[in-house]
């Protein structure tokens, strides 16, 4: 058990379809992360939020749209995405961004596939 | 760029030591981090180094050498349960973890 959940775990989705991740954490960090997974790819970042506020957003393009309400919940809203979309979207948290992002502590991700 | 380079697969046997090489290029340094990803799970933190030198940690040990851009994983009495991808990452001058694409490591009996 990390303390990261995701929901769902497996989502498929067409090209028109709006849809939404959700990532909660029960560890009391202040950071929240959204990356997203492709097979034999590096990890990318996608977008980073401390303590509710956005300080990252790695030129993702606007068919995401993240939302972080509260420091312990995180959203991925989805829509219009395209086939190379498809892969496994991890949520993770630290206790603080900055010298404290290294030990992140990760979801079970949401593996997406778009058709 | 920034670059985290590792190799893409290695296979050992069980009982056995290996060592999976990481060398790096990035815009500064803030430390090396090193996670265990089981297929279909989640990335799960094993290691950091953020001065030259080894770590140990049970039957895990991380080296690094900061002039070389250079570290490695040594996991000895390998298990079963190793069997896993193990992903190098690397802190930026931005505090950002910069990513490796990941090792997948096949343990055989």
């Known amino acids: 058990e990390t303390g990261v959940t995701q929901t769902p775990r497996h989502l498929v989705m067409g090209m028109t379809n709006k849809k939404s991740l959700k990532c909660e954490q029960h560890?009391?960090?202040?950071?929240m992360y959204w990356y997203k997974q492709s097979a034999k790819k590096p990890l990318e970042l996608m977008f980073v939020?401390?303590?509710?506020?956005?300080?990252e957003n790695n030129s993702v393009p606007s068919r995401f749209s993240p939302e972080c309400p509260n420091s312990s919940h995180l959203f991925l809203h989805l829509h219009t995405l395209q086939p190379e979309d498809s892969a496994l979207y991890l949520c993770?948290?630290?206790?603080?961004?900055?010298?404290?992002?290294?030990?992140?502590?990760f979801g079970p991700g949401t593996r997406l596939t778009v058709t | 760029g920034q670059n985290i380079d590792q190799p893409t697969e290695m296979t050992a046997t069980e009982g056995a030591i290996v060592q999976i090489n990481c060398t790096y290029q990035?815009?500064?340094?803030?430390?090396l981090f090193w996670y265990q990803q089981h297929a279909g799970e989640a990335p799960t933190f094993l290691s950091y180094n953020v001065l030259d030198g080894l770590e140990e940690k049970g039957r895990f040990s991380s080296f690094l050498s900061r002039s070389k851009g250079y570290s490695y994983l040594l996991l000895k009495e390998l298990q079963m349960k190793d069997s896993a991808s193990y992903l190098c990452?690397?802190?930026?001058?931005?505090?950002?973890?910069?990513w490796g694409a990941g090792t997948k490591l096949i343990i055989k009996p």
């Open positions: 939020y401390n303590f509710k506020e956005q300080t």
């Open positions: 990035t815009s500064g340094f803030n430390g």
């Open positions: 990452a690397v802190m930026d001058s931005n505090y950002q973890l910069i």
């Open positions: 560890l009391g960090h202040n950071a």
């Open positions: 993770a948290s630290s206790p603080q961004d900055r010298q404290g992002a290294g030990e992140q502590y």
